[in-house]
């Protein structure tokens, strides 16, 4: 299994799941917190492009990709150049990388790639971030479709979770609370919500599922019983 970006949150608790029964590479900028974990990290900085192939095994048969970022800002607070670099690291970075290392996914593999809940339902201030992701969501399924049935592609598109990168939406009880009650569940997500999906989507259990976006948002998508 090949992870972009694992030393943290999501990508963390994947890898902790993950370790149990497969071989795990985790190519990121630092080891952050896998040290003493059963896993081979790469350095690799997606804004460098320089990702050795070297290091990883002749068949692939998973893959996700972390790297991302939220800007949430009144679009005309938004420079064109943050729209251009939050575009590279979340999309264009992301289809670098899988360009380079689709010759070595092995055929029944399965790749993941993560969106937000804000692609399918407007919100405001997120027009940056709901660009880049919805690229993601037309690219995984357009490349889902490419290549079946040897490689399967999923999407997750989660709401607020827990992690690093959304430290500050959460940074007082307050905050905490409130994105709480926008729930429908009264909760707004952690890793290990996330990190279970991908882990399901990336083994042998999802082999007749591909071209999906999958919510996991505490029913905010779907449900207004507000």
Known sequence: MLLIGGSYGIGLELVKILIEEYTVYVASRTIGELQGLDVTHMPFDVSQDDLDLSLLPADIHGFAYFPGSINLKPFKMLSIDTFEADMHLNFIAMVQVVKKILPQMAEGSSMVFF???????????????????????????????????????????????????????????RKKELMSARHPLKRYGNASDIANLAAFLLSDKSTWMTGQVLAVDGGISTLNIN
């Not at 969106?115 to 940056?128: E, I, L, R, Y």
């Not at 709901?130 to 079946?148: D, N, P, R, V």
């Open 115 to 173: 969106s937000t809940v804000a692609v399918g339902t407007g919100m405001p201030f997120h027009s940056s971030v709901a660009a880049c992701k919805g690229a993601i969501e037309g690219f995984a399924k357009a490349m889902a479709a490419e290549y079946a049935p040897n490689i399967r592609m999923n999407t997750i598109a989660p709401s607020l979770v827990d992690t690093p990168l959304a430290k500050r939406l959460l940074s007082n009880d």
